[in-house]
């Protein structure tokens, strides 16, 4: 019995690795995902994009320029490919124990992911990020009077296969999803927050080591990011002064324009290709 026990906690947690992006940021982000820390999992990594990508074959995509139509930085349409996440999500419910959204400009730490999601029981409901503003959404409305906590998307958030599944009456059809997000006037973030909380009664559980762009703080002290980054498990990229630019270049700037090929090669010092470029 007790190898039972042991053989039990030894096994290693599945997690799908959802990206959003569109075809005009493949060149500008996605590239560089791809051949960093994607590499490491992409037996798990799925899409949606509005439309196909190269080197991506197409059972790892839901597009979704039909339905949402072209691109823009709109609610709607964020609404809409967020909706697509969980066509992936409840496809594959059996297969994984977590379900993990990340935008395309977002370098994700997958061990150190791994590392902490193994704390945390998938068959309990779990709702993981970064709480996207400082405080709680105000919400006086019915049918859920009461403020709540969001995370926000662009640090990536973590849903355990028992969220999913309770969310799936909510999820199942894109367009209830979208509605849900133009009645309620919220983004696709706050949205899902929203449906957690008020229907489902789950709360956020704050992960402060996600981190997306919109947090200025966290590429501003050189000393404090040295000494601390190996332990953080999502970063932002793509803004001029937002991404780990406190790091030695490891490669010439036009090939890694924004650090993430060196900030993955000093977190995974043993790839082959990271020992060269760490003895140069
Ligand atoms: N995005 C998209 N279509 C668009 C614009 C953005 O799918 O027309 C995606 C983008 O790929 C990223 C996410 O939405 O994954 C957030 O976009 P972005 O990082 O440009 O904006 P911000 O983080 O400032 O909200
Ligand atoms: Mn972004």
């Known amino acids: 019995k007790n190898s039972d ?3 039990q906690t030894a096994k290693p947690i599945r997690i799908l690795y959802l990206i959003r992006t569109a075809a005009h940021f493949y060149r500008v982000r996605l590239i560089y995902l791809l051949q960093t820390w994607i590499s490491l999992v992409k037996d798990d990594v799925f899409f949606t994009s509005d439309l196909l ?3 991506i074959s197409e059972t790892r995509m839901i597009l979704t320029k039909e339905t949402c139509g072209s ?3 709109s609610m709607n349409i964020l609404c809409c490919k967020t909706a697509h996440d969980f066509i992936i ?3 594959y419910l059996s297969k994984y124990d977590w379900f993990c959204h990340f935008d395309d400009d977002q370098y994700v730490n997958v061990n150190k992911l791994e590392e902490y999601l193994s704390t945390l029981d998938s068959n309990q409901p779990y709702y993981v990020g970064r709480a996207s503003w400082s405080d709680t959404i105000k919400r006086s409305k019915e049918p859920f009077p009461y403020p709540f906590w969001f995370a926000t998307l662009g640090a990536g958030v973590c849903l355990s296969k ?3 599944s309770l969310l799936e009456p909510y999820t199942q059809s894109v367009s209830a999803f979208i509605d849900g ?3 309620e006037n919220y983004h696709d973030d706050i949205y899902l927050g929203f449906l957690l909380n008020g229907y489902l009664n789950i709360s956020l559980t704050q992960n402060s080591h996600f ?3 919109l947090e200025k703080s966290f590429y501003h002290d050189k000393q404090t990011f040295l000494r601390t980054f190996k332990n953080e498990i999502t970063f932002g990229f793509s803004r001029p002064d937002r991404y780990p630019h406190f790091l030695p270049q490891l ?3 036009n090939l890694d324009p924004y650090r993430i090929r060196t900030l993955h090669c000093l977190l995974n010092t043993q790839l082959k290709e990271c020992e060269r470029k760490i003895q140069q």
Request: include cysteine; aromatic fraction near 8%.
């Open 5 to 7: 026990i042991i053989n």
């Open 251 to 253: 490669y010439q700037s």
């Open 71 to 73: 691109e823009a930085h």
């Open 53 to 55: 990508l190269p080197n």
């Open 181 to 183: 997000c133009i009645n």
């Open 89 to 91: 999500y409840h496809r």
């Open 162 to 164: 028992h969220s999913i």
């Open 211 to 213: 981190h997306s762009h």
